[in-house]
Structure formats: C-alpha cells, structure tokens
C-alpha cells in the first residue's frame, strides 16, 4: 500500500519560500507510469493542481504559478519537494502531496498525502 | 481553463440514488475519457471514488457508479448511507497545459 506523507513548516512569512516535502512509502518513487504531484486546495474551497514531476526530474507546472515554482525529486530518499517562491496571504492552504497514476494513458490521483496546512502571515 | 461546473450541493434520504454532475467543455470533458471522481470528509484528504468515467477502484462500494454523456459527466450513488455525506469533485484530465481541471464540488447530505 502506497503512502504519502507532507512535511514542512505551517507558517511561511510573506515574500519568502514555502517549501514543502513528501515522502513516499510501500513503493518506489522510481516506478514507471506514475507521476508525483502537489495539489492544494485554499481553505473552504476546491482543488487546485499545481503542478507534477517524474523520477527522471521532468517537470509540469500550473502556468498560474510556474513562474514561482520548483519541484524536484530526490529517489535515493523517495521523496519529492515543492518550492513556492514570494508567498502572500493567497497562498495560504491545505497542501497535499498525490500520486498520478498514468498508466496507459490515463491521468488520476490514486493515492494522497493527509495534507498540510501552510499559513502565510507575518 | 475554467473549473469544472458541479452543483454546490445535493441531498438525499438512506437507502436513495441520486446523481451529481459535473459539466465542462469539448475541450476537456467531451474529449477525453478520463473523468475521475474524489470523495473528501471534512479535515481528510480527497479519496479517488472513480477514474476513467466508471471505472471502480479496489475496495470502492459498488454503490458508486460514474458515466459521461457529451461535456457532462455525473456520479451516481445508488443505497445512500450516512458515511457517503462528505463533498464530491470531479476531474478532468484536459490534455493542455494545465494538466486537469476540477469541479467546485459538491456537498453531498444524507437526511
């Protein structure tokens, strides 16, 4: 069974780095056919993908936030992190780290981290 | 690319079937069979119901059912029970730089 696990601060100050980890267990970040994503979702609203990355270092980012973002993955640790560069109060959410599952075409969250709350405020 | 359109809420009564749709354009749900549903209780993470249009997961109910019919897609939860109250997104994978797209969601009641 895979898991997924968020770490990171839950308070950011407004203009810095909001950096965010998550570590994958019961399978291998290297695994072909899954991409790692992050997902968040603004509180008391819906979902917003930001963006993807594969084992290999590809990258997909949400054009709204490309501009201040970086996702990279670390397979020796299973683990991949989210950088989210001059934060202001609208980045404040819930954080969640997911696998998609891209076997065969397809494109779904399978599996999903229990989330993290980051606030940003000074 | 627009969020997917998802009614704010729905309820029903134990034991009712009642449907939730997600409407969205040619561009995203109309072209592609790749509509996953989400379930999420409050304070937890969002749980995949249903992915390419009907497809179930090991271990989701047979009570979730999903299709697609045009720009529209909608999930179906027949025997309603009190542990389904929770809200439903839906998602579309949409082959252009944003990746996907979801719903607003839906908020679901058992009365």
């Known amino acids: 069974q895979v898991q997924l696990q968020e770490s990171g601060p839950g308070l950011v100050r407004p203009s810095q780095t909001l950096s965010l980890t998550c570590t994958v267990s019961?399978?291998?970040?290297?695994?072909?056919?899954?991409?790692w994503s992050w997902i968040r979702q603004h509180p008391g609203k819906g979902l917003e993908w930001i963006g993807y990355?594969?084992?290999?270092?590809?990258?997909y980012y949400n054009p709204s936030l490309k501009s201040r973002l970086t996702i990279s993955v670390d397979t020796s640790t299973n683990q991949f992190s989210l950088k989210l560069s001059s934060v202001t109060a609208a980045d404040t959410a819930v954080y969640y780290c997911?696998?998609?599952?891209?076997?065969?075409?397809?494109?779904?969250?399978?599996?999903w981290g229990q989330g993290t709350l980051v606030t940003v405020s000074s | 690319q627009s969020a997917l359109t998802q009614p704010a809420s729905v309820s029903g009564s134990p034991g009712q079937s009642l449907t939730i749709s997600c409407t969205g354009t040619?561009?995203?749900?109309?072209?592609?069979?790749?509509v996953s549903w989400y379930q999420q209780h409050p304070g937890k993470a969002p749980k995949l119901m249903i992915y390419?249009?009907?497809k179930r997961p090991s271990g989701v109910s047979n009570r979730f059912s999903g299709s697609k019919s045009g720009n529209t897609a909608s999930l179906t939860i027949s025997g309603l029970q009190a542990e389904d109250e929770a809200v439903y997104y839906c998602?579309?994978?949409?082959?252009?730089?944003?990746?996907?797209?979801f719903g607003g969601g839906t908020k679901l009641t058992v009365l």
């Open positions: 998602c579309s994978y949409t082959g252009s730089s944003t990746f996907v797209v």
């Open positions: 040619s561009s995203d749900v109309g072209s592609f069979n790749l």
């Open positions: 390419e249009v009907s």
């Open positions: 019961g399978g291998s970040i290297s695994s072909g056919g899954y991409y």
């Open positions: 990355i594969y084992y290999s270092g590809n990258t």
């Open positions: 997911a696998r998609v599952n891209y076997y065969d075409g397809s494109a779904y969250f399978d599996y």
